[in-house]
Nanobody, 124 residues
Framework: VQLVESGGGLVHPGSSLRLTCAVS????????IGWFRQAPGKEREGVAC????????FYGDSVKGRFTISRDNGKNTVYLQMNNLKHEETAIYHC??????????????????WGQGTQVTVSS
């Protein structure tokens, strides 16, 4: 499985960004896909995850109500819509292929495959 992220950038606090994860190598409709982020000097943090058939989603507590994960199997793409971004959310955002999604994000953080990431910088 190959995952390639895009859509990061430099934005002001309160702004929005939409990240894209392009998936190849396996039928995307068979995959759960998640996002995690890592800021300098900090541990990786699970952000969002979307399961396969149930289309169920999970979000980290700090992003609930502001971030939305969605998928377009026909385009082999998963999106992460991020609204009202905060300074402390500056990080590299990675998409990953977990075994399945869970509220603990264990499987996202332990995923076999993840992309190189896209930098999101929130600064005034």
């Amino acid at each position: 499985v190959q995952l390639v992220e895009s859509g990061g950038g430099l934005v002001h606090p309160g702004s929005s960004l939409r990240l894209t994860c392009a998936v190849s190598g396996l039928p995307m409709e068979s995959l759960a896909i998640g996002w995690f982020r890592q800021a300098p000097g900090k541990e990786r943090e699970g952000v969002a995850c979307i399961n396969v058939q149930e289309e169920s989603t999970f979000y980290g507590d700090s992003v609930k109500g502001r971030f939305t994960i969605s998928r377009d199997n026909g385009k082999n793409t998963v999106y992460l819509q991020m609204n009202n971004l905060k300074h402390e959310e500056t990080a590299i955002y990675h998409c990953a292929e977990p075994k399945f999604c869970a509220s603990s994000f264990y499987y996202v953080l332990a995923a076999r495959y993840w992309g190189q990431g896209t930098q999101v910088t929130v600064s005034s």
